[in-house]
């Protein structure tokens, strides 16, 4: 019985001491990064005809299959995703918890004691020592060191060791020393959010026709996920930079429904969102993505007319439909349209893009049923909404596109940004504060005072020595004037 | 008055600063010393000078605030504001440790890239922020990865010479092999881009395809296999003669009146300011900010795998050094290779590699 139990915490120790090495965890970090490697080749979104062309590149074509095969199998054409890359990573996070914890009590034991004071010969062995001998009198040393060592900002306070060596003593910094385990904890707490993301969150895309709604998402393999409420999309647009087809911002107008009605956001039923500025409703959040064109015969042509009169008056109609100039007999018929016109150069017509980044109508006008003139009437082109019989501005066609929403769901994320802010303060204390102890022991030796300046610090010891130099000069200027 | 004309000012003033940095090295005169300085800070100044004033430009054209419109979107911004952080940290190291010997060598590399920078007029036209990239977290993410990189490149530059110092002496011996072959590949890698820009300036074609399409073209890829196989032979040679002469290197270091330990205290120094503000910057905003556009902090692409691994390899040369006590010829090698993925998370991913990110993507 006692062997047994023997035998079964050793196996446990023999795991503690393996995630205890840091051996373990330079071969950890070089197993992430080297699979990251051939990871970051290959293309993760599943492309195979893609995935063999890099291959090929690599090992020649004639290999290339065989070898696509085996990483498509090994799980390297979704390798982040792999259950031996997330194993890797809990083993990254053992492997740190347990270097922390094992290195932990020593450290917390030097955090917790305070600076004590030193024998003459324990000073005598402080790594950092300079000597100053002070000319006058204790009592107005002890004033001189005090305002000395305060003017570095060390709050020092007098003590008397175990042999009545009796000093000056401060230190800084103390808390310091924990900026290492801040930051290990940091990394644990990321990786902790974000399993808590992959485990009760998900990740989908949502096209949304303007005018339609839809209560689910789509995850991978166009698994649906339901949202447990309906969203809609009212509009959407796009703009463009002045004279390019570079967009500038592209927004939605979204609505949430529940029950089929309408939900207040900000005391407005439509939410206007564009790429960096998302919807969140219950914990969902909907991120502008993309966009693009879908024709279809619904689609509303939009149009705001002039007449000969001056007045403006806005109509939407589908295609091959006609529209009246208000004030004239003057008919428009939309006969033909383009997302993207450009004019080539022999002087033709034609469509550059799939999106809708250049819209024109073609429209035929005719009065009494007679077909007087036609024209391409741009929606970016105002100096093409003139026509003779007064103007007709081209506003939008609506329900031919689509938004293309990122929809995501992460309760994680607060514990990831929760990590990174641990991770900054532990990195800052970690790099930019130091644990520094200064000892000022003052001995009489014939009627004068000789001071040992001794000190030790945790980092930047150059900095640190030529801190205590400066004491030193400090003390020596005080006992001159 | 247009950023240009102060982008010209200061490659001169650098190139100036270079032939003083040089004369001081060969003749030891203070006031040359004094000169080369001038210099240097009159050239930094204009280059600041121009950088605001890009700044400005930008937000007048794009009209999207000042916090938007920060120069930082593409290759030829991104280089000059590279060059501006590596000046920063040279003149801080000059002032700071009251040494001017390796001004002989960074004044070369920031007058050259400047010049090149200016001669190619690389999409120098200024281009509009597609959406994802208007974002107040753009930066904070992308000066501080830049101010991270430069601060790395310098302790590249100081790792080499703690080798060149410390391994001269045996050519067989591993580290002096590392070294010469990863210097002379550096090297390499910028002949073969400045022939590929001479050759593309012959075409005469627009400026943007530039970087995708030509690289390497005029010599490792290109159409004619007898000048690709040439390159190859050339580069092989090239490398050759770095390793066969690269004592010449430690002669030179020899002259600056610096040592093998202040180099590789240097190197220590830069990593240890460039780690934490790269893993702010670079990977915490760079998370924060993709959350807010797509939705994702993270979402392994490429641009983001490769900052992962540089500060894995980072993260790696200052546990050896705290922990194990890695010093010298090991620990310099880890620095050396740090900034080689650095480079890669800079220039390759988005020369190699595709992404979301548009740096370099011309
Ligand atoms: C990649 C993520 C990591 C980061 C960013 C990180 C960061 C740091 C930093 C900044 C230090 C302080 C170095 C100094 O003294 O200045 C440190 C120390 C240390 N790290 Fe890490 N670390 C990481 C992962 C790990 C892992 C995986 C392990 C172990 C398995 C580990 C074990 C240690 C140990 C033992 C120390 C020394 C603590 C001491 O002072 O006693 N670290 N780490």
Redesign the pocket.
Same mark, same amino acid.
């Given at each position: 019985m006692a062997d047994e139990k023997n035998r079964k915490t050793s196996v446990v120790d023999r795991i503690w001491n393996a995630? =205890? %090495? @840091?051996k373990? =965890?330079v071969v +950890? !970090?070089a197993l992430i990064s080297g699979t990251s490697i051939v990871g970051t080749l290959l293309d993760q979104s599943g492309d195979v005809s893609k995935n063999l062309k890099i291959v090929a590149k690599f090992v020649g074509s004639g290999a290339a299959p065989k070898v696509f095969a085996f990483l498509d199998a090994a799980g390297f054409t979704d390798m982040y995703h792999s259950w031996w890359f997330i194993a890797l990573l809990y083993l !990254?996070a053992a492997?740190?918890i +347990?270097? %922390?914890l094992? $290195?932990l009590p $020593? @450290?917390w034991n030097v955090v917790r004691e305070p600076i004590r004071a030193l024998t003459f010969e324990q000073a005598n062995t402080m790594p950092v020592r300079r000597e100053v001998v002070f000319s006058r009198k204790k009592d107005e040393a002890r004033p001189a060191v005090l305002d000395a060592m305060k003017s570095f900002g060390f709050h020092a306070v007098e003590a008397k060791a175990e042999d009545a060596t009796v000093q000056f003593i401060a230190e800084k910094g103390r808390y310091s $020393?924990l900026? +290492?385990?801040l930051?290990?904890l940091s @990394?644990v707490i990321i990786l902790a959010g974000a399993i808590v993301g992959m485990k009760f969150g998900f990740n989908a895309n949502l096209n949304l026709l303007e005018g339609t709604s839809s209560a689910v998402a789509y995850g991978g393999a166009d698994k649906e996920i339901p949202l447990g409420f309906e969203i809609r999309c009212e509009d959407f647009n796009v703009s463009y930079y002045d004279g390019s087809d570079t967009p500038k911002s592209f927004k939605s107008w979204l609505t949430i429904l529940e029950n089929g009605k309408p939900v207040l956001i900000d005391g407005r039923e439509t939410t206007e969102i564009e790429v960096n500025r998302p919807l969140r409703y219950k914990g969902i959040t909907f991120y502008q993505s993309s966009y693009g064109f879908a024709p279809n015969r619904d689609a509303q042509f939009k149009f705001a007319l002039i007449g000969r009169d001056g007045k403006k008056q806005g109509v939407s109609l589908k295609f091959e439909e006609s529209f009246t100039i208000p004030g004239t007999d003057v008919k428009g018929k939309v006969a033909d349209f383009s997302p993207a016109i450009a004019v080539d150069e022999s002087g033709k017509l034609f469509t550059y893009a799939e999106i809708m980044s250049n819209p024109a109508v073609f429209v035929e006008f005719s009065e009494k049923g007679k077909v007087r003139y036609s024209r391409w009437i741009l929606l970016r082109h105002p100096e093409t909404w003139d026509v003779p019989d007064g103007k007709v501005e081209f506003v939008d066609l609506w329900g031919a596109q689509y938004t293309g929403l990122q929809v995501r769901k992460d309760p994680g994320v607060e514990i990831v940004y929760l990590g990174c802010i641990l991770?900054t303060i532990?990195?800052y204390m %970690? !790099?930019f504060m130091s644990h520094a102890r200064v000892w000022v022991v003052m001995r009489e030796e014939r009627g004068k005072v000789r001071f040992l300046l001794a000190g030790s610090s945790s980092?930047n010891r150059v900095a640190f020595e030529s801190g205590i130099e400066r004491l030193a000069q400090k003390l020596s200027a005080a006992d001159k004037a | 008055m247009d950023s240009s004309l102060f982008f010209g000012l200061s490659s001169i003033a650098y190139i100036l600063a270079m032939i003083s940095y040089i004369a001081f090295l060969a003749f030891r005169a203070g006031a040359v010393g004094i000169i080369a300085t001038t210099l240097t800070v009159a050239g930094f100044l204009s280059h600041t000078c121009a950088f605001f004033l890009r700044w400005k430009e930008f937000a007048d054209i794009g009209g999207m605030g000042i916090m938007r419109s920060i120069p930082l979107t593409n290759l030829y911004e991104s280089l000059i504001f590279f060059v501006w952080c590596i000046m920063l940290g040279y003149l801080l190291i000059e002032w700071k440790y009251k040494t001017r010997s390796f001004g002989a060598f960074i004044t070369p590399i920031a007058g050259m890239i400047m010049a090149f920078i200016d001669i190619s007029g690389i999409s120098k036209d200024i281009h509009p922020l597609i959406p994802a990239l208007q974002s107040n977290w753009l930066l904070a993410h992308v000066t501080m990865s830049f101010l991270a990189y430069a601060a790395f490149a310098i302790s590249f530059a100081t790792a080499i010479m703690y080798l060149a110092c410390t391994t001269s002496d045996n050519r067989k011996s591993g580290p002096y092999v590392f070294w010469t072959v990863v210097l002379a590949f550096f090297g390499a890698i910028l002949i073969a881009m400045g022939i590929d820009f001479v050759a593309f300036k012959l075409t005469g074609k627009g400026a943007e395809s530039f970087i995708k399409n030509y690289l390497f073209r005029a010599t490792f890829r290109s159409a004619s296999g007898g000048i690709a196989a040439l390159s190859y032979a050339m580069l092989f040679v090239f490398v050759f003669l770095v390793w066969r002469y690269g004592f010449v290197l430690k002669n030179v270091i020899s002259r600056f009146a610096v040592s093998a330990d202040q180099l590789e205290e240097l190197t220590y120094k830069c990593i240890?300011i460039g780690?934490p503000v790269f893993?702010l910057g670079g990977l915490v905003f760079g998370a924060i900010w993709a959350d807010q556009a797509w939705g994702r902090y993270w979402s392994w692409d490429p641009k983001e795998t490769w900052s992962l691994i540089t500060?894995?390899v980072y993260?790696f040369y200052? &546990?050896v050094? &705290?922990?194990r006590g890695w010093r010298g010829t090991q620990i310099s090698i880890v620095a050396v290779i740090g900034f080689v993925s650095t480079i890669f998370t800079y220039l390759g991913v988005n020369l190699l590699l595709s992404g979301l990110h548009s740096y370099g993507g011309m």
């Open positions: 995630l =205890a %090495s @840091i373990l =965890a +950890v !970090f !990254f492997n740190l +347990v270097c %922390s094992e $290195r $020593r @450290i $020393r900026g +290492v385990y930051t290990h @990394i991770m532990g990195l %970690s !790099f980092k | 240890a780690f893993t500060w894995f993260a200052l &546990h050094r &705290h922990v």
